[in-house]
């Protein structure tokens, strides 16, 4: 275990329900404390190490917004110890904290300070903030006059400004659009590189999983597991799965047209140009659903895309769904190690094929996503981009087939 940087002990947040404001004011007066309180946090003992990333997953209401607030100083706990030895960066609403009324300059004076800024590194810190933020002239304009988008491009570009030991990150692995959140993202993963210790709350598994060294399950305050990644984001997703009902929410328009979503650029610099299906190796054009026998046929993708020349090649991943949106099975350019090849227009083809699939008898989908370099961040998806009815000649139940091998003694 690296040197600690955080030690929680016991640390809990209980809020106060008031059943009415004669009572709550009777209890203030007399010093009490309040007959009744919710628990959003449970008793916790923990700790991080310099330079580890703890992902925090669980349900809404699970405790995971009282737990950063708690590690950022935005509110303080009912009990406990808390200890942070060293500067806190905080990515949780980004722009709540900015004074509407102040110019995007003056809010730079304001929230350095608070961040451990002295004078002087204010003063080189601030026009590396205003370059970062892109908000050329409007820097000098009140804020309240600023889009969402760029109070959110300032209040990233400050959070980030100090080289913080511990970055707190929730659902902001990119922020505003375009190449802002490209930006964005890569200096998140920068302030990674470069030794901070993160705690990354998502309901995005696989960032979690790609991003943290332990994951912390929380569920109605509780610690409900606390470990490896490949250990705790199994046991959480069968929980989910036992305790959610499932709806295919992704489904095409009346047009036809596939489902996607675009995350990435707004200028579709970078998207999915084509997807066609492959059936036994050869494109699959028929307007029935195709019908794939279990262990004989192969089904595949002819995956067409446009990149930017600049920017590294993204990664393609596929994910196999059946009709409830489970997950069955997936895979990836960057988990198979495949080197993909761009035309100098910037146009990438990319098959991929699953031999004699060993998928049982129901209705299956596939998802394309296409991945920045590091296979963490979704540039852009299409949902149930192909679809295809698994049938077999015999009796075999259950979701997939296994190799195996009989013997008699």
Known sequence: MPPTLITLCETQKRYPMVSSPRRRLVELLLGREPSQSLLALAPISLEIGRGESLGLIGRNGAGKSTLLQILAGVITPSGGALSINGRVAALLDLGAGLAMELTGRENIALQGPLLGMNAQTL???????IEFSELGEFIDQPVRTYSAGMAVRLGFSIATAIDPDLLIIDEALSVGDGQFAKKSFNRIMELKTNGASVVFCS??????EKLCDRVLWLDRGRVQGLGAAADI?????????????????FQRDQSGDLDRRSVYDSAGVTRITQVEMLK????????TLAEIESGRDSVGLRIKFQSNLYDPIPHVAVVIHDTNRKVIASTSSERDEITLRRDSEGHVIAEVEFDAIPLLRGDYSI?????????????????????????????????VSLPRSWRTL
């Open 123 to 129: 003063s080189q810190r601030s026009e590396e903030i």
């Open 203 to 208: 309901h995005v598994l696989y960032q979690v």
């Open 233 to 249: 984001i199994p046991r959480y997703t069968r929980f989910l799965e036992e305790n959610t009902t499932i709806h295919s929410d």
């Open 280 to 287: 036994n190796r050869q494109v699959y054009d028929s307007a």
């Open 367 to 399: 998802d394309v996503l296409l991945l920045c370099e590091q296979a963490i961040r979704v540039l852009e998806a299409v949902y149930e981009a192909i679809r295809f009815r698994i049938i077999q000649p015999h009796k075999e139940i259950g979701v």
